[in-house]
């Protein structure tokens, strides 16, 4: 259960994924961009491509690794909320992926970070 003034585990999960990203030479854009279509967890660009990101943490693998919550209803919803991005920046013609960060806390040792390149493809499907 969440203390008072406790960061949500999300949250967390977000912050570490942002460094660890920088660490790997992307440019943390914006996090949580937000629209009618859906979430983007982070934002940000590698040698000239932007990269959406999405984020999954977990305190145990009880429900399955972090990367099984990325279904294709969740990559339809990304996808949307990329486009809506594209379009309102005026980037619709910069090339672009879509990425995974997979966190997963365990006891007292220090996260697991890991990442997918290109985790996923545009989807348009309903």
């Known amino acids: 259960m969440k203390q008072t003034g406790e960061i949500p585990l999300g949250q967390q999960g977000e912050t570490l994924a942002s460094r660890y990203l920088s660490r790997q030479g ?3 854009i914006l996090r949580n ?3 009618k279509q859906g ?6 660009e590698e040698q ?3 990269v959406f990101v999405e984020v999954k943490t977990r305190r145990s ?3 399955g690794h972090p990367f099984e919550a990325v279904t294709p209803a969740k990559c339809r919803q990304i996808s949307k909320a990329a486009l809506q991005y ?3 920046t005026g980037r619709e013609g910069q090339p672009a992926r879509f990425d995974v960060v997979a966190i997963s806390f365990s006891g007292e040792n220090a996260p697991v970070v890991e990442l997918v390149k290109n985790a996923f493809d545009l989807s348009y499907g309903v």
Request: glycine share 4%.
């Open 33 to 35: 961009y937000r629209t």
């Open 48 to 50: 000239g491509v932007l």
């Open 86 to 88: 594209l379009a309102e």
């Open 61 to 63: 693998q009880q429900c």
């Open 39 to 44: 979430e983007i967890d982070i934002v940000a």
């Open 26 to 28: 992307y440019r943390v």
